[in-house]
Every structure is written in C-alpha cells, then in structure tokens.
C-alpha cells in the first residue's frame, strides 16, 4: 500500500489502518462520517491525511485529545500509529462517538476511547490536543489552554524535529493569516510552527494543506 506520507508503519499497523478505512465506508451511509463524495477516496484523503501525524512522534504515555473527532479523524490512525499513546475522541454528536468506540471494539484499539459532549465541558486533563478542520486555531488553542497538563520538560520544537511537543497539532488547509492573526491577538503567549505538507508528498492534494503547532511561550 502506497501512502501519502514516507513514514514508518508495520504491517500490523497497515491492516488496522486499512479495516479502519473499510469501516468508515460501511458505516458513513448511515451516520455521514466523512463527505459521500469522498467514500472511494477514504484511505488518501482522510486516513492518509490524518498519518501525517507520522511525521514525528508523541512521546511515551502521551494523553492526546481529539476534539470535534467525527469518525475518528485524526484520533484513531493517532492511537494506531501510537500504541502507548492515549487518545480521547471528543465530539457534541452521539452517533459519531459510538461509531468511535464500535471502530475500536472491532479492531481492537485499545488506546483510544471516545467522550460525548461539547469541548468547552471537556473535564479531564491532556498533554495536547489535536485536530482536523474543526475550528478556528484562537477556539482551538483556548479549548486546549482550559483543560491542559503541565507541559513536560522535553526539547522545543524548534531544537528537536522528531518529537511533537505538549501543546495543539491540527490538520489545517488554505490561507491560515488571517486564523494565525487572530491566535496572536488572542493570546500573546503562544509559539506557532507551520509545517506545509507538500514539503512530504507528491500528492497534489495536500499541497494547500498544513499541520500547526502551537506551543506555549510562557
């Protein structure tokens, strides 16, 4: 299987992965997970999307909330790719965590786990966040600063391009200026790092696409 992104995966991955894809094709005609015209397309456009997050690695026992998960999108291939991650799927419709937690009873993925509700009642803690086109990054990144850990001493970004910090990584796509602007205005304590996606693939899909990673300076 040829995926977008060079990244390391074993095969045991790629099978869970693919099932993955498989399920979200099943179950979209009932429960709208990803866009009908996208259904042939699941494995390039929206798992493979989301194993851009292979590009670098959570540290061990990270805690990672995806919030407004859908389907599953980035929370499971995240929990697939990260085995000793744990990964909390966050979304305000009912339909789409129980299809979350049938996806990861099925295919036994047992490092994730959904929460229903909205993400300003979230309650529980987490190292970072994730996610992908659900809100503006000032929402984003004011969901994440209300419910986040300490972070831990680990290298900056700047200094270690192999490991993702404690902080908000999302799948984001067009002219982001404007999201970037309002973020600073909101909260002036914040470092942000564009990654463009057409720097680690060939495929013309993602080349108005980008992974943002804020952190804080604080």
Not at 101 to 115: A, V
Request: a negative charge; glycine letters at 4%; one cysteine or more.
């Amino acid at each position: 299987m040829k995926w977008p992104f060079e990244i390391s995966i074993e095969p045991e991955q790629e099978q869970q992965l693919l099932a993955y894809a498989e399920e979200l094709r099943r179950v979209n005609r009932q429960f709208n997970l990803v866009s009908r015209q996208d259904e042939d397309r699941i494995i390039s456009y929206h798992v493979g999307h989301c194993l851009s997050f292979g590009l670098r690695s959570f540290q061990k026992e990270t805690s990672i909330v995806d919030w407004g998960s859908g389907g599953g999108l980035p929370a499971i291939p995240i929990a697939i790719l990260y085995p000793d991650v744990l990964v909390k799927a966050v979304d305000s419709n009912s339909k789409k965590t129980r299809s979350v937690d049938m996806f990861c009873r099925r295919l036994k993925i047992p490092n994730c786990s959904s929460w229903h509700g909205r993400a300003e009642a979230y309650e529980n803690t987490a190292h970072c966040s994730v996610s992908r086109a659900t809100a503006p990054l000032s929402e984003l990144w004011a969901w994440h600063k209300r419910m986040a850990t300490t972070p831990r001493l680990i290298m900056p970004p700047e200094s270690d391009k192999t490991k993702w910090p404690d902080g908000l990584i999302c799948l984001k796509g067009g002219d982001l200026d404007a999201e970037i602007q309002k973020l600073i205005s909101d909260f002036q304590d914040v470092t942000i790092e564009e990654i463009p996606l057409q720097n680690h693939t060939d495929s013309a899909y993602f080349s108005t696409k980008s992974m943002i990673v804020v952190t804080s300076s604080s």
